[in-house]
């Protein structure tokens, strides 16, 4: 069943107005989180304020199934004076965290509501909490969840996806010298040029095949992470990285 969300609320760090859920195909930086979003949001109409769905709509408990011994709390601000890391893409908490005080684990709010079953189209893809095998693109086993496919070939840390689209999409928007964009552009995820190397024996079909396979997983991986897992997103933000 669909949950429904209100179509305007009010939130406790922006009271001098109300936010209306809409939708954009633009980038936007949350201002609970502090990460990148796109899709659906909460936006001031009155001035530049956004919140991502899962951000403004916070539970203030949540449970994850990778952690069965945590009870995460919501809260406003990272806990403590130390730098923190979302457990699950690694980046630095800025804002909004879900925060275990217990094993100090800490999750942001659209790490937190992740999928464990992504559907690329074709395909299942399952997130994990450790690489069983090197990702695609950084070619590590380092710390931080992953999508994986169903026949284990094809991993994928959610951290080189988020990386990767908000250096993307900074080159795109802000204007960055086309040299700058281009690099990034080369970097972005298509793993054309993985699947050559990994599959290099197979025919051409094969690759070709790989390759749209990829494409549309990162295209899954991708909306999921920005908070917004909807199939039109999806081909927004696929159409975006397969430049």
Not at 113 to 129: A, H, I, S, T
Not at 181 to 199: A, D, F, W, Y
Request: a positive charge; glycine letters at 8%; aromatic letters at 8%.
């Amino acid at each position: 069943m669909q949950m429904k969300f209100d179509k305007e609320i009010s939130h406790p760090i922006h009271p001098q107005h109300k936010l209306k859920l809409e939708h954009t195909e633009i980038p936007f930086n949350c201002d609970g989180c502090k990460e990148a979003g796109i899709g659906f949001q909460y936006k001031c109409q009155k001035c530049e304020f956004h919140l991502h769905k899962a951000c403004a709509v916070a539970a203030r408990t949540i449970y994850h199934p990778f952690y069965k011994k945590c009870e995460f709390q919501f809260c406003y601000d990272p806990p403590g004076a130390a730098r923190r890391q979302c457990d699950a893409c690694r980046s630095e908490v800025l804002g909004f965290v879900y925060h275990c005080k217990r094993c100090d684990f800490d999750l942001h709010p659209c790490c937190a509501n992740l999928p464990q079953v992504l559907d690329d189209g074709e395909r299942n893809l399952y997130l994990c909490l450790k690489l069983s095998s090197s990702c695609h693109h950084c070619g590590g086993k380092g710390p931080g969840w992953s999508y994986r496919s169903h026949c284990k070939t094809y991993n994928l840390h959610v951290s080189c996806v988020k990386e990767l689209l908000v250096e993307s999409w900074q080159a795109i928007y802000l204007n960055v010298d086309k040299n700058k964009v281009r690099e990034m552009q080369t970097r972005i995820p298509s793993l054309k040029g993985t699947l050559r190397n990994n599959h290099g024996e197979r025919s051409g079909g094969m690759v070709m095949k790989g390759c749209q396979i990829a494409g549309g997983a990162v295209s899954a991986i991708v909306s999921a992470i920005l908070g917004d897992p909807t199939p039109i997103i999806a081909a927004v933000v696929g159409r975006l990285i397969s430049n």
